[in-house]
């Protein structure tokens, strides 16, 4: 053989083999690539194998689409990238149809839809990397699927997407930085979104429309809302960490029969917020630093707030606006916050059994009748209770105790039952004050239950009890107006009052105010 024919083959076979190298690390821009019903892959160049039409790995990069049309396989990237021209309607990895198929260890971007499924199930999306997409996965009528440590970043709508789409599993997923919202659901149900990381984008989780799904031990923090119903029902947010700068921590909207169970939520503007939302449960959760606690407003009504810990520097701890009413708070822990633990621009609501200490202010009442305050410890705030043009108001039963200013303060508000209160204040217990001239007494409330039942007990009144029946011989004198003729020469034993108690309680005083409601504005 000539020295010239040897290096002609040499040469021939280095670029071969240059090209071959090059097939394994470039992208392949070939057109879309389909696994086939029958195991095959088209077109055959394509640079992915398999050697049992089971497994199919990536031997390089690919510029282009995927689509699927085969079940009970894998499809493992290896760690190279499906790359897309963010053309609309494009899909990374298209599942149409789907069962049983596992996409794995791939980097997925550029497309409209990084993976896309479509009236499927069963299948197995986990580790992937997809990022700058316009949805990261999309899941349409689609259930019984597992998506799971995954990264999703960048996805400018969202970055898991469901619709119509049932029973399917999102856990452990790294869901971070600018996409439009992590997990959106609409007209889904009793999907499970558990222990995720969704942090630094627009919103985390949002369900319209969407019922029985389960939202727990995620972590949240995004610029403006944690996790958002919309007029949805039925789901249960439990055991979440959303904290950081959201604007509202949990937010819903004309949504009913939602439990917010045992979540953190600190440092937002708003904790949780209810709008026209009504029958949930809001309970066993630990609320700080946001400026509401608990706010709700516009018509949310028959709401149960309970056994919460709201606490440290949150502005105002539960705050009932516009129309909030019929709504029940009861063993709540509303302490260290800098404004009022309880403030109610609302009516036929019960606050029972909350220890509320070393707050601005204890319980606010402006412009809010017809409600029940009881069984209250309300101690070492800036003042205990203050009532402002409110009236029909019924308080029992609370223990008011060194609060910095007055125990009650009354501003215009008449009409209300005050008995069987523990006062505990050596100045001014009560201060009644009118807008127009500061000099005139103009609430006029009833400050006892009549004799035997009594009145309240005040630690600085000075008078006798001859006849030992436990009530002062003498009144209680508080205003021109103001009276206590029986007062209590002991404190007042503050029953407990057992959790299904309270809620009968609730249930009958909404029917009782209902009724007197309807008598005093009969219909025409």
């Known amino acids: 053989?000539?020295?010239?024919?040897?290096?002609?083959?040499?040469l021939a076979l280095l670029i071969g083999t240059l090209n071959l190298a090059s097939r394994a690390g470039k992208a392949k821009a070939s057109g879309t690539i389909y696994i086939r019903a029958d195991g095959s892959i088209d077109p055959p160049t394509a640079s992915i194998s398999t050697i049992n039409n089971v497994t199919y790995t990536f031997m390089g990069n690919i510029n282009d689409s995927i689509v699927v049309e085969r079940d009970n396989i894998v499809v493992d990237g290896l760690?190279?990238?499906?790359?897309?021209?963010?053309?609309?309607?494009?899909?990374?990895?298209?599942?149409t149809g789907r069962s049983n198929a596992t996409i794995r260890n791939m980097n997925i971007k550029a497309f409209s839809y990084g993976i896309y499924l479509s009236n499927s199930s069963i299948n197995n999306i986990s580790r992937n990397n997809i990022a700058n997409n316009l949805a990261g996965i999309g899941l349409n009528y689609s259930s019984s699927n597992s998506v799971s440590g995954n990264?999703?970043?960048?996805?400018?709508?969202?970055?898991?997407?469901f619709y119509c789409s049932s029973n399917n599993s999102v856990s452990g997923n790294d869901i971070t930085v600018d996409n439009g919202y992590g997990v959106y659901l609409t007209n889904s149900s009793n999907n499970s979104v558990r222990g995720n990381r969704i942090t630094d984008n627009n919103s985390g989780i949002r369900l319209d429309s969407s019922s029985g799904n389960s939202i727990s031990e995620n972590s949240i923090a995004n610029k403006y809302a944690g996790v958002v119903l919309y007029v949805s029902s039925n789901n249960s947010i439990n055991g979440n960490n959303i904290t950081l700068n959201n604007d509202m921590g949990i937010w819903l909207s004309s949504s009913s029969n939602i439990s917010v169970i045992q979540n953190k939520i600190a440092d937002n503007n708003e904790g949780i917020r209810l709008d026209s939302s009504s029958n949930n449960s809001i309970s066993g959760n630990n609320i700080a630093n946001n400026e509401y606690g608990i706010l709700l407003e516009s018509s949310s009504n028959n709401n149960s707030i309970g056994s919460n810990k709201i606490t440290e520097n949150n502005i105002n701890g539960i705050y009932l606006y516009s129309s909030a009413d019929f709504n029940s708070m009861s063993e709540n822990d509303v302490t260290n916050n800098t404004d009022w633990a309880i403030i109610l621009y609302s009516s036929y609501n019960m606050i029972l059994e909350n220890n509320i200490t070393n707050n601005g202010g204890g319980i606010g009442l402006f412009s809010s009748n017809y409600s029940t305050i009881s069984g209250n410890n309300i101690a070492n705030n800036g003042g205990g209770m203050r009532l402002d043009y409110s009236f029909g108001n019924r308080i029992s039963g609370n223990n008011l105790t060194a609060n910095e200013n007055e125990n009650v303060y009354l501003v215009d508000s008449s009409n209300n039952s005050i008995w069987h209160n523990n006062f505990m204040k050596?100045?001014?217990?009560?201060?009644?004050?009118?807008?127009?001239?500061?000099?005139?007494?103009?609430?006029?409330?009833?400050?006892?239950?009549?004799?035997p039942s009594g009145g309240n007990y005040w630690s600085d009144y000075n008078g006798t009890d001859a006849n030992h029946d436990g009530i002062g011989d003498t009144p209680y004198f508080i205003d021109a107006n103001n009276t206590d003729h029986y007062p209590l020469m002991v404190q007042y034993i503050i029953p407990e009052f057992p959790s299904f108690l309270v809620t009968i309680l609730f249930v009958i005083a909404t029917l009782l105010a209902f009724i007197v409601c309807k008598k005093r504005f009969p219909s025409k």
């Open 1 to 10: 053989m000539s020295r010239k024919l040897l290096l002609l083959m040499l």
């Open 426 to 451: 050596k100045t001014q217990q009560v201060i009644d004050y009118h807008w127009s001239n500061p000099f005139v007494n103009a609430s006029i409330n009833s400050w006892d239950d009549g004799y």
């Open 79 to 95: 760690g190279y990238t499906v790359q897309g021209t963010n053309a609309s309607y494009s899909k990374g990895i298209d599942l």
């Open 151 to 161: 990264n999703m970043t960048g996805n400018s709508d969202m970055g898991i997407s």
